[in-house]
């Protein structure tokens, strides 16, 4: 009988070991793997690098012919502090939970990965280091698996009302790609004479109200805020209405720190998801940006 306690407190190596089969199995381990970034669900957190430590064992298939010393035949381990960095370099998380099931999914997208483990500890947030661990085995797609590449719609101020929307999504929608409607800027007075920083975020909380207020006017329309929540709503054939405000400020490669217009979001959104196509939907009339 294994002694779980001091398993779980031990290094992924040793959970991997002591929860294997009959047959061999090869590993590939990472130890230690120090790196600076903002991260973190509190306040204090927010604008401040904290060091977080990557321990990840992965399981792998034995290879099916001689390796020839051929680097592309194995899993390397730049494969494994890549997964981590891209991981990082997408958007600023809140969870180590979030952040470590991101950087699995990446691992097991590669052919040879079997089943992986990831620890992750938080250096600088405490007197000890805080972390969680996870394990998963292959058959996943990763945060980032490729389907259909929607088409974008920068919907303008007061270009669709009442039930004109249904009938523009059905033009939109009818090849069958993916939608992502882009809210204007809430209608009404703004505040003035505030610093860019400031006026961002007021912008970006206006066109959250937006997208509320367009998706009500259709059963097909979902308000997604997240990445996540943007990948369920394509996946599963509904209409996303992109409350911008969250994924803006968390996005390590923003479009600026500047007060937020709707068109260059959406075209910036549009680069960032490799979107087939932009519209900007003004009036009864589209134009493609």
């Given at each position: ?16 070991r002591a929860t294997a089969g009959g047959a061999p199995v090869d590993r590939i381990s ?150 992502i409607l882009c809210p204007p800027l809430a209608t009404g007075p703004r505040p003035g ?97």
């Open positions: 009988m294994t002694d779980e306690a001091g398993t779980a407190f031990d290094h992924p190596e040793a959970r991997a990472l130890r230690d793997h120090v790196v600076a970034v903002e991260i973190g669900a509190f306040q204090v957190e927010r604008d401040v690098a904290q060091r977080l430590s990557f321990d990840i064992v992965v399981e792998v298939r034995a290879p099916d012919g001689p390796l020839d010393d051929d680097v592309d035949r194995i899993l390397s381990y730049d494969r494994i502090t890549q997964a981590i960095a891209d991981t990082l370099a997408q958007d600023r998380l809140d969870l180590l939970e979030t952040l470590a099931e991101r950087v699995a999914g990446r691992i097991l997208t590669q052919p040879q990965a079997v089943r992986v483990f990831v620890r992750i500890q938080k250096l600088d947030r405490g007197p000890g280091a805080l972390g969680v661990e996870i394990e998963r085995t292959g058959g996943g797609t990763g945060h980032l698996s490729k389907g259909p590449a929607p088409r974008i719609v920068a919907v303008a101020a007061g270009a669709i009302a009442g039930h004109a929307l249904s009938a523009r999504i059905d033009g939109w929608t009818a090849d069958g790609a993916p939608l004479g505030l610093g860019a920083a400031v006026q961002r975020r007021i912008d970006l909380l206006s066109m959250d109200q937006a997208a509320w207020a367009l998706a009500a006017g259709d059963a097909r329309c979902v308000v997604v805020a997240t990445r996540t929540e943007l990948d369920w709503a394509m996946r599963h054939g509904r209409v996303s209405v992109w409350a911008p405000s969250r994924i803006v400020v968390d996005a390590v490669d923003g479009p600026g720190p500047g007060p937020s217009d709707p068109a260059t979001l959406a075209a910036w959104l549009s680069r960032r998801l490799g979107a087939r196509e932009l519209i900007v939907a003004d009036g009864d009339a589209d134009a493609t940006a």
